[in-house]
T-cell receptor
Framework: ETGVTQSPTHLIKTRGQQVTLRCSSQ?????VSWYQQALGQGPQFIFQ???????GRGNFPPRFSGLQFPNYSSELNVNALELDDSALYLC???????????????????FGEGSRLTVL | KQEVTQIPAALSVPEGENLVLNCSFT??????LQWFRQDPGKGLTSLLL?????REQTSGRLNASLDKSSGRSTLYIAASQPGDSATYLC??????????FGSGTQLTVLP
């Protein structure tokens, strides 16, 4: 068990609705990343948060937004849900060192069990 | 843009066999490479992390190698067991500070 917890584990929404997914990172980790995994595919990077600021973003539209809180927990918000948003949403925490001046990339990432979102 | 490919997409072997899973990536400017295991409907479990300066890492029956110049990594599983059945994903970390994943190899170990 990684110590990364996500909620809810499963949820069903309809097109046009909004959803908030939550993640508690592993103790001592300062960085949270979110990934979307469609069925049969590898996870796709959505964005990363470090010290409560977005620190990198993948190819996802602005209706995907996030927050990181002072205790390093995080939320992923998706507005105006579309059918293609149905996926497993994975949160990962890591300890990122030396993000100033280029940094050292991601440290080892530890993933939660994910939130399965179904959009009808 | 980094692209990661895993071959084969699926693999079925009898229990006890040694096996190799392959991963290739297009941009050799990586910081590290990580192998994960994913059981159906579950999250990812980190198996091994190889820093770009390393050639291999070992954990129990698992051994991962990295050849950064050729853009390749292999995951070797010794003496496979039915409990090893899962999807194995490799991912590379570059300057964008994100992991780029392959689509995975679905492994079935038959009793």
């Amino acid at each position: 068990e990684t110590g990364v917890t996500q909620s809810p584990t499963h949820l069903i929404k309809t097109r046009g609705q909004q959803v908030t997914l939550r993640c508690s990172s592993q103790s001592g980790h300062n960085t949270v990343s979110w990934y979307q995994q469609a069925l049969g595919q590898g996870p796709q990077f959505i964005f990363q948060y470090y010290r409560e600021e977005e620190n990198g973003r993948g190819n996802f539209p602005p209706r995907f937004s996030g927050l990181q809180f002072p205790n390093y927990s995080s939320e992923l918000n998706v507005n105006a849900l579309e059918l293609d948003d149905s996926a497993l949403y994975l949160c990962a925490s890591s300890l990122a060192r030396s993000l100033v001046a280029g940094g050292l990339g991601t440290g080892e990432l530890f993933f939660g069990e994910g939130s399965r979102l179904t959009v009808l | 843009k980094q692209e990661v490919t895993q071959i084969p997409a699926a693999l079925s072997v009898p229990e006890g066999e040694n096996l190799v899973l392959n991963c290739s990536f297009t941009d050799s400017a990586i910081y590290n490479l990580q192998w994960f295991r994913q059981d159906p409907g579950k999250g990812l479990t980190s198996l091994l992390l190889i820093q770009s300066s390393q050639r291999e890492q070992t954990s129990g029956r698992l051994n991962a190698s990295l050849d950064k110049s050729s853009g390749r990594s292999t995951l070797y599983i010794a003496a496979s067991q039915p409990g090893d059945s899962a999807t194995y994903l490799c991912a590379v970390s570059g300057s964008a500070r994100q992991l780029t994943f392959g689509s995975g190899t679905q492994l079935t170990v038959l009793p």
